[in-house]
């Protein structure tokens, strides 16, 4: 009867989050000001006052679908608020907002009618404005309403909320791409793209890059097309996660969480026949694109069976014997603790206690077997990176579970797009990290730190 009940409650808060409504008064916890009508273009301001320490805000767009999702702090005194420009082309009709948290909810509607200036194309799966600016090679974007921007002959669609600032996007072509690397088995069919963009750090969201290719030459059934790109520290060409290929349109995408130079390669397919890519139960996971790389650099490897098991859990031993390896740190005698004396990992351990990026449970005890913490994996990743520490990163829904020790390497790391959250909010720091998700992790460090 309990779980039943526990269940509906449940059943009920998800409704009241996420279900428009059009009439809902204020909760006891939660006060919302009434939202005036808008046009397309304008600036929503969502603001009231709350009991609570923190609360979520969101806003549905005609369609049901989430436009806009924030965790918002208020002052000290309850209140709360926070200022959101709707895209030139939003779609028209009634929104909803929701406020508060759990099922302490209050809600408002909104309509939003068509601009007078400009026709806009309306368009709500993915959130945002669309910016098609041919002409110029540099545009500023909104990231955190998110929107699609064509520069230069590239098109990038940022999500909402990928970055926590507005940024300044720019695309350039490499005049003479002969001198950048390249594989002998790989063509280069499109231009080399140079995105930068005028703020560091790695996206909180990935955002998608579509770059036009020219298959006139090649055959179709004997080449694979992708969309890659360079790390300039090892010099190799990376695929991008979560490909499509448009052959009628002539435009390959793909996802990722960084700018550098992107290129579309085209690489025959009998030869494509790399013994990592074997994996048989990495094909299609999530991590696939960060798992080959990682083993081209010799940092980890699969198992015998032809495995990789990316949702296995990772020890302490492994994760530091990885970190080693893809930082290239030079083997160095260190600190040995009464755990690690006869350990396989024992000198990866030794050199990384040497430099300072680990530390034991105590002085005699390392713990090599126990499964790696996702707060520890921080504070050993900020260290490994040299990267500089804040006080204060994003904030999640358990972030009263970071362990003291481990509040400013989180921070960092979240800061740096190092470690993210789920999808619930939640960090889960003590949780332990998989496989997959250390590979990840340490991809991203190496790239903001090249």
């Known amino acids: 009867m309990k779980i039943r009940l526990l269940k509906m409650m449940?059943?009920?808060?998800?409704?009241?989050?996420?279900?428009?409504?059009?009439?809902?008064?204020?909760?006891?916890?939660?006060?919302?000001?009434?939202?005036?009508?808008?046009?397309?273009?304008?600036?929503?301001?969502?603001?009231?006052?709350?009991?609570?320490?923190?609360?979520?805000?969101?806003?549905?767009?005609?369609?049901n679908t989430v436009f806009y999702y924030?965790?918002?702090?208020?002052?000290?005194?309850?209140?709360?608020?926070?200022?959101?420009?709707?895209?030139?082309?939003?779609?028209?009709?009634?929104?909803?907002?929701?406020?508060?948290?759990?099922?302490?909810?209050a809600t408002d509607p909104f309509k939003v009618s068509a601009s007078n200036t400009g026709s806009g194309t309306g368009g709500g799966g993915g959130g945002g404005g669309v910016i098609t600016v041919p002409t110029t090679n540099t545009a500023t974007i909104q990231v955190s309403i998110g929107g699609i921007v064509t520069l230069n002959g590239a098109t990038i669609s940022f999500p909402a909320g990928a970055?926590?600032?507005?940024?300044?996007?720019?695309?350039?072509?490499?005049?003479?791409?002969?001198?950048?690397?390249m594989d002998t088995l790989q063509k280069l069919i499109s231009d080399v793209f140079e995105i930068t963009k005028d703020k560091e750090g790695l996206f909180q969201k990935s955002v998608t890059i579509t770059l036009p290719f020219d298959k006139s030459e090649l055959s179709l059934e004997k080449f694979e097309f992708r969309l890659?790109?360079?790390?300039?520290?090892?010099?190799?060409?990376?695929?991008?996660?979560?490909q499509q290929v448009d052959l009628n349109k002539g435009v390959v995408s793909g996802t990722v969480n960084h700018f550098t130079k992107f290129a579309v390669l085209a690489t025959e397919k009998e030869q494509s026949t790399e013994p990592e890519l074997a994996l048989a139960d990495i094909k299609g996971h999530w991590a696939e694109a960060n798992i080959?790389?990682?083993?081209?650099?010799?940092?980890?490897?699969?198992?015998?069976?032809?495995?990789?098991?990316?949702?296995?859990?990772?020890?302490?031993?492994?994760?530091?014997?990885?970190?080693?390896?893809?930082?290239n740190i030079e083997p160095k005698d260190g600190k040995t603790y009464a755990d690690t004396a006869n350990h396989w990992a024992r000198t990866a351990i030794s050199t990384a206690a040497e430099q300072g990026i680990v530390n034991g449970f105590s002085e005699t005890t390392f713990g090599p077997n126990e499964p790696i913490t996702r707060e520890q994996m921080a504070a050993m990743i900020v260290k490994a990176a040299k990267l500089p520490l804040i006080l204060e990163g994003k904030t999640?829904?358990?972030?009263?579970?970071?362990?003291?020790?481990?509040?400013?390497?989180?921070?960092?790391?979240?800061?740096?797009?190092?470690?993210?959250?789920?999808?619930?909010?939640?960090?889960?720091?003590?949780?332990n990290a998989t496989r997959a998700e250390a590979v990840t992790v340490i991809l991203k460090a190496i790239s903001i730190n090249k």
């Open 10 to 63: 449940i059943v009920a808060a998800l409704l009241l989050v996420s279900i428009p409504v059009s009439v809902m008064a204020d909760s006891a916890n939660v006060t919302l000001k009434d939202i005036t009508d808008k046009v397309q273009g304008n600036s929503v301001t969502v603001e009231g006052t709350t009991s609570f320490d923190e609360i979520l805000i969101k806003i549905i767009r005609p369609n």
């Open 70 to 105: 924030d965790v918002v702090l208020p002052d000290i005194s309850g209140n709360y608020t926070t200022t959101i420009t709707l895209p030139s082309n939003a779609d028209v009709g009634t929104y909803t907002v929701v406020v508060g948290k759990g099922a302490d909810v």
């Open 163 to 181: 970055l926590g600032s507005d940024i300044k996007v720019t695309v350039d072509k490499v005049t003479d791409p002969t001198k950048l690397p």
């Open 228 to 242: 890659y790109w360079l790390n300039e520290t090892t010099g190799k060409w990376i695929p991008l996660d979560n």
């Open 292 to 327: 080959v790389e990682l083993i081209k650099l010799g940092a980890i490897s699969g198992y015998p069976d032809q495995t990789f098991k990316p949702n296995n859990k990772i020890t302490r031993a492994e994760f530091v014997s990885v970190l080693v390896k893809a930082f």
């Open 396 to 431: 999640f829904t358990d972030s009263s579970d970071i362990s003291a020790w481990a509040t400013s390497s989180v921070a960092t790391a979240s800061s740096k797009g190092l470690l993210g959250g789920y999808e619930d909010g939640s960090l889960k720091p003590k949780g």
